[in-house]
């Protein structure tokens, strides 16, 4: 069996098959009909190949409809169970374990005050996902609220989550899975490894309420890019318009399409749309540079007009030591000991070179031969573009 070539529009050839015909129309062994018939399906096999969009993207890979969002969830909670690493006996802990013993009918007397080293303090978050629905399980991160060094090996007790409207949407419970560990030796001596004062339980909370994404019933769908761009969202309006659905960019950021209300025809139509494909827009020429690790990052879209650049380096050196000075024979002097400082200046000279109309490869050779250093370069591209040289965003991070 051999290999197929496959090719847009549905056109298939066989890998043999295609040599075959190209090598029997370089040698002339064809027919004139079949020389032009084996033309006509190279010049089809060309148009299919460059009919084919390079840069395409999926819709969804662009954003998102309005109202699919996550739900952030918090929660105070206790974990027990842990090892002597809890938070001995801070109140809010003795308060959150009381309540705890008071669900199950157990009060401890006044005044009375227990010592909760197996026991830590901890807040619990989690994110709600979109058309979520009660039974399904969330992942949950658990972080110590006090002095508990580590919570290893602890249970979270039951736990409701709540939202920024204070309902209960989950209920969290279960055995802690901690990263990080914490010894600590007789005489003061500690090792701590990554943080074992937070953990995470997968699966450790329950969805308890569905939140409304609103979408269903909304006068319009209205699809929100992840970057604005005002060039990128006609595009989208234009793709989904070619569809036969209304469709119009209201801002740079949202595009408002016409959609019959009811759930499952608006969930039938977000589907197709999202695996609409757009050719987005060129991004904006843009420099970043991050000050803390020396990364420098240039796009492609970047161009320097013409300019001359010399950069040079100056060093500054100073060097400390000491010498000891004697005094002379048979005086009552005494050997002391002088500070010996030299302070040296040397500037490295660098030859001028030149950038005329640089693309992003020019850019990049310049600079390698040059040698220039990270530091170099940024001042070199702050200095471009207060020459007026760089018409791009230079962003420093």
């Known amino acids: 069996m ?3 070539l496959s090719f847009p529009f549905g056109l298939s050839l066989s890998k043999p098959l295609f040599r075959f015909l190209t090598r029997a129309a370089r040698e002339e ?4 009909g079949a020389a032009r018939t084996v033309c006509g399906m190279m010049a089809v096999l060309f148009l299919a190949l460059t009919a084919t969009p390079v840069h395409a993207t999926r819709v969804k890979d662009l954003g998102t409809f309005q109202g699919l969002r996550v739900n952030q969830l918090t929660g105070y909670g206790i974990v027990v169970g842990l090892a002597g690493t809890g938070d001995d006996s801070l109140e809010y802990a003795t ?21 909760l080293k197996n026991a830590a303090a901890v807040m619990i ?24 060094k580590s919570i290893r090996g602890g249970t979270l007790l039951m736990t409701p989550l709540l939202g920024a409207d204070n309902a209960i949407y989950a209920m969290a419970q279960g055995n802690v899975a901690v ?6 030796g007789n005489d003061g001596s500690k090792l701590s490894v990554n943080i ?5 339980i997968p699966g450790g909370a329950t969805v308890e309420r569905t939140v409304d994404a609103g979408f269903a019933n909304s ?3 209205v699809f929100n890019l992840s970057e604005a761009d005002l060039t990128t969202a006609q595009r989208v309006a234009q793709a989904i318009a070619g569809t036969g659905i209304a469709a119009r960019a209201t801002d740079a950021v949202s595009i408002a399409i016409d959609a019959p209300a009811g759930a499952e025809t608006r969930a039938t139509l977000m589907s197709r749309i999202e695996n609409l494909e757009v050719d987005p827009a060129d991004a904006p020429a843009r420099v970043i540079v991050n000050a803390r690790t020396g990364t420098v990052v240039i796009n492609g879209a970047v161009r320097i007009s013409p300019a001359a650049v010399s950069h040079g380096k100056l060093t500054v050196s100073v060097k ?29 000279g660098s030859p001028m070179f030149g950038f005329t109309g640089a693309s992003l490869a020019e850019i990049v050779k310049a600079v390698n031969a040059i040698g220039a250093a990270p530091s170099d370069l940024v001042a070199i591209l702050e200095a471009l573009k207060q020459a007026g040289a760089m018409k791009a965003e230079l962003v420093v991070l």
């Open 2 to 4: 051999f290999p197929t």
């Open 29 to 32: 062994r064809l027919s004139t």
């Open 95 to 115: 308060q959150g374990m009381k309540g705890v013993t008071q669900r199950f009918g157990l009060s401890l007397p006044p005044g009375i005050n227990p010592a």
């Open 125 to 148: 978050t989690a994110e709600l996902p979109a058309f979520a629905k009660p039974g399904q399980r969330l992942d949950i991160t658990v972080s110590a609220l006090g002095k508990a």
């Open 179 to 184: 990263g990080g560990l914490g010894v600590e």
């Open 196 to 200: 074992p004062s937070a953990g995470r």
């Open 219 to 221: 006068p319009q769908l």
């Open 320 to 348: 400390e030591a000491q010498r000891v000075v004697q005094p002379e024979a048979f005086s009552r002097g005494r050997t002391e000991i002088e500070e010996d400082s030299t302070i040296q200046a040397k500037e490295e």
